[in-house]
């Protein structure tokens, strides 16, 4: 029976700290269309990440600095349109909150408003604070994003994991603590050392998301293309493939060139 069948109600925020809690672990992937967001909440995901990450595998840029605030929310309301039960937390854009609390507060609110998604993720620790809180004062639920942040990929100049030296660690540590004080109800840790994840999932009472982040901590989130294996080329160590899509379309759509060609498509049963 699926999940819209079985009359389970929405998953909050508060049932994400419970779960953290009772120590059930937190399922989260990557969204960005109504299609896959219908299949990704029919199979029972509990968080839906409307992630910026979107710039790479929707659009095809390099990284995730070009996509605007105006793409993420329409990437969002298509998502929300097919979801029933799944958490929808939506990346703020490059240039739509750091160094301008009021910035981040209006984009905040038109991701809310415009897209009806849940809660809003946003990159970095004490350097954000402000944004961070006058975002949740206005009642919007913030996700914290430490570790490797794409969004600044020019400052750290690779995507190598982060945080393996003490000061990194500390301070990612102290970044967590604040962002649990400001109130934020979870945080992503990508690419750290999985006993440092052990040690943020221990220090902070809220759940702690992983991505390349080891197996100590409250969840995990991968990007939907590459556990499905439509996104061949991006091979990190942390990813696990759940399907080969790259061969099942490629198959399917050479069939359908070969039938199209042959005239065999479509047949009598076909057609009008
Ligand atoms: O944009 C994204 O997909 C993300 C995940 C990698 C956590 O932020």
Redesign the pocket.
Known sequence: MSVHQSGIKRITTHQLQAMKERGEKIS?L?AYDFSMAKLLDGAGIDVL?????????MAGYET?LPITLDHMIYHASSVIRAVKRAFVVV?IPFGSYQGNSSEALRSAIRIMKESGAHAV?M?GGHEIKESVVRILSAGVPVMG?LGLT?QSIFKFGTYTVRAKDDEEADKLIEDARLLEECGCFAI?V?KIPAQLAKKVAQEVKIPI?G?GAGGYVDGQ???MQDMLGINKEFKPRFLRRYADLDTVVTDAVSRYIEDVKANDFPNENEQY
């Not at 990440?49 to 595998?57: C, E, F, P």
């Open positions: 989260m990557t990440l409307v992630g910026d990450s979107a710039s790479n595998v995730t990346d993720k990159e994003h794409p992503v990508e998301i991505i989130v991968l990007v």
